[in-house]
């Protein structure tokens, strides 16, 4: 397959009791083309929407090839450039599909002599193993050539680099992950271990420029699980006299990145926490050396501190540092003082989604309070063919400068790194399209998905976490999200409704729901009445009867009551973790309640006319997402993860009857369209256009296809993506 790549080309106030928040429409500054002119976003017939936020990019690296650039990040994939980093094309969907564990990178790497030669290191702690891929073609086509722990997403994930040439050798590579420290002698064909420790989480790996027998490792502290085990590793520093194969602990105390003064070989000089030091004996003893560097993180949170550094790298007669605030310093070479780089502007495009800093371009996008530009930087690289062109990562975007620091510009145009909840449709109007997602709220299009713009909430609910939004059946101008209480938090605990298709919204008083909501019960699905778009019903986690269970609101939402009549008395029914696939609660056009239980697989069903719940028959799978079909009661839909999608006809009352036997996550059904359904699988996107009795697979070059989140309406397709934001289609 070839790879094309292109040239480059909302206030709130309080009313009433409830937070009003007012849309502004998208501002496009003078020159800038519209979003269907980036060919570079195009994948077949799908288009990578435009919005430019969210994510951790960890690294640029450049090639030999002039003008070509590599990136990559946690849980979005790797890119590349071919116009200087003003536009980027992902080229992990090249990858065979898997489980989500090769959209993780750790590192990537290009062999010294031959460009089309790429390395590059893949995994995740929470799904199947990752490893090492390498291609010989410039990333067209990929072969796994060793299966191992490398975390693309552990803590200490955007400080240095893991994997490293031997500058005697391009063919050999050392490469470290959580199982110990691997080398390479034919570029990354086949793998051996040394004799490196297990069970390690590798920040740095480095090679001593003055002595090339000379490397270090640099481990970071990490308490988790993986595999279904519980994983524990202390900090530690680790140093090779004899090119990597055997490695000595010489320290308890990690550097989270370490360069060497190019101008003193002898001179190595880290990052540690709070602080700057340097070693002149080969990492064994360090001392201070943060003149010059702000010293006090007062009121900091998050690793986003001013005296934070942990983006390290260098010129040919100086060391360049970024603190985790955006601040970048200058040390001399050989020189004991840093001195700081005054930055004068930085630059965005209108239709970036986040604050530069800069009065011109939060004004003109709508934007304003958090800053965005430099937020916990992850690297710093120099041009090899322009020493005073450096590129930038943080948490949310690229960042280039052209004049050693003092111009910063926005260099990510095509690297979408955000994880999706899901989309909809608006059922009246082909054209607008909502999103919504983790860490950045609630996003719309009034351009079939093509650009996207946040509904911005500072310091009100749905700020950054929202996990659903519904469209209500009987009146499209209404639409029920829900998200979490206060901004940042990785949760769901509040409701928000709108009266005018999501331009505006008004949020619950929350009278009758549980008081320890954002405590120990969240709400993570919602269910409109399809008569009534007053009356709306959430699943909250917790005890059944003590907190959790489900509630319902016939007053949009004002007060709200327990309705848990017949649900098993203290189950823990419904999911509290905000990252788990789809609802788990529907109701169809009589009002009859479906509720599903990701804990157990119990299922459950609400008779309106009983007013109590009775068990129904259990779920085949593991369920990810309960629908009710929108044009026939009494037919629903249930994606249980790896046993497929079922349906259940009432009126046959012959149980559950699988109709896709593949992966299955999320589904949505297209209520402008009968008989159109859509499915988010573990290869992608399937399409129906026959109510579910066949089903084809959608054009498989979407990157990130792992289990996307669905949406259909109109003759148009929204796939969101579990780290590299939202595309469209048209359906075909």
């Known amino acids: 397959m070839t790879i094309p790549f292109f040239r480059s080309g909302w206030p709130a106030f309080a009313l009433g009791g409830f937070m009003l928040v007012l849309l502004v429409s998208p501002v496009f500054a003078a020159g800038e083309t519209a979003a269907d002119e980036a060919a570079h976003r195009e994948y077949g017939p799908w288009f990578s929407s435009r919005l430019g936020g969210g994510g951790y990019w960890l690294d640029t690296r450049p090639s030999a090839v002039a003008g070509r650039w590599y990136l990559w990040s946690d849980v979005g994939g790797f890119y590349r450039s071919d116009d200087d980093t003003q536009t980027w094309q992902a080229l992990h969907q090249n990858l065979p599909d898997g489980r989500g564990d090769v959209t993780n990178i750790r590192a990537l790497i290009e062999h010294p002599d031959d460009p089309d030669r790429l390395v590059v ?190 983006a390290m790298t260098t010129t040919d007669d100086a060391v360049l540092v970024a603190n985790a605030a955006g601040e970048l310093f200058r040390l001399p070479g050989g020189g004991s003082r840093w001195e700081p780089i005054e930055r004068r502007r930085v630059l965005a495009p209108a239709w970036w989604f986040g604050n530069t800093g800069d009065a011109t371009h939060a004004a003109a996008a709508g934007e304003g309070g958090w800053v965005h530009y430099g937020k916990s930087a992850a690297s710093l690289s120099v041009d090899p063919r322009d020493p005073d062109r450096w590129v930038m990562t943080d948490w949310y975007a690229v960042w280039r400068t052209e004049d050693a620091g003092r111009t910063w510009r926005y260099a990510g145009d095509g690297a979408e790194n955000t994880v999706l909840h899901g989309a909809a449709v608006d059922p009246a109007d082909p054209d607008h399209v909502l999103v919504f997602m983790g860490d950045n709220g609630v996003l719309h299009s009034r351009d079939r998905g093509r650009t996207l713009r946040k509904l911005p909430m500072p310091g009100a609910p749905l700020y950054s976490n929202v996990k659903q939004a519904v469209f209500a059946p009987s009146d499209d101008r209404v639409v029920w999200a829900i998200g979490n209480t206060n901004p940042g938090q990785w949760e769901s605990s509040t409701v928000a409704r709108s009266t005018d298709a999501g331009r505006t919204w008004r949020y619950a008083e929350k009278a009758g729901l549980p008081a320890g909501l954002a405590q120990q019960n969240f709400i993570n699905a919602i269910a409109v009445d399809p008569s009534d778009a007053r009356r709306a019903c959430v699943a909250v986690s917790g005890p059944v009867g003590s907190g959790g269970g489900v509630y319902e609101t016939r007053d949009a939402g004002r007060s709200w009551s327990a309705m848990n009549e017949g649900l098993p008395n203290g189950a823990e029914l419904f999911t509290a973790n905000i990252w788990d696939a789809g609802p788990e609660l529907a109701v169809d056009g009589d009002g009859m309640l479906l509720a599903v239980s990701k804990s157990d697989g119990s299922v459950h069903r609400y008779a309106p006319d009983a007013g109590r719940w009775s068990a129904f028959d259990r779920a085949p799978g593991r369920p990810d997402a309960v629908a009710a079909d929108p044009h026939r009661p009494g037919r629903w839909w249930l994606a249980c993860g790896d046993a497929g999608l079922f349906v259940y006809e009432t009126e046959d009352d012959t149980g559950w009857r699988r109709v896709f036997d593949r992966g299955a996550s999320s589904l949505a059904i297209d209520r402008t369209q009968p008989g159109r359904m859509a499915l988010g699988a573990l290869d992608g996107v399937h399409l129906s256009d026959d109510d579910g009795r066949t089903w084809r697979r959608a054009d498989a070059r979407m990157p990130h296809r792992h289990f996307p989140v669905v949406a259909v309406g109109h003759d148009l397709i929204v796939a969101g993506t579990k780290g590299n934001g939202v595309f469209v289609a048209p359906w075909h």
């Open 121 to 310: 290191l893949t995994g995740t702690r929470w799904r199947d193993v990752g490893g090492v891929w390498a291609s010989d073609d410039g990333g067209q086509t990929w072969d796994k050539t060793l299966t191992a722990l490398f975390w693309g997403n552990a803590d200490g994930r955007e400080f240095g680099r893991t994997l490293r040439v031997d500058p005697d050798d391009p063919d050999t590579l050392l490469a470290a992950g959580q199982e110990g420290v691997w080398r390479s002698e034919d570029f990354g064909r086949s793998w051996r271990k040394t004799a490196a420790p297990d069970g390690l989480n590798p920040v740095d790996l480095g090679c001593d420029p003055g002595d090339p027998s000379r490397w270090w490792l640099s481990s970071w502290s990490v308490d988790t699980w993986t595999q279904g085990n519980a994983f524990t590793t202390d900090d530690g520093f680790y140093v090779s006299e004899d090119r990597g194969e055997t490695w000595a602990k010489i320290g308890h105390e990690a550097p989270r990145e370490v360069v060497v003064d190019p101008t003193l070989p002898g001179r190595w000089i880290g990052a540690f926490r709070g602080e700057v030091r340097e070693s002149r004996d080969g990492g064994r003893s360090w001392s201070a050396l943060s003149d010059g560097l702000p010293r006090s993180d007062a009121g900091a949170s998050m690793n986003i501190g001013p005296a934070q550094v942990q």
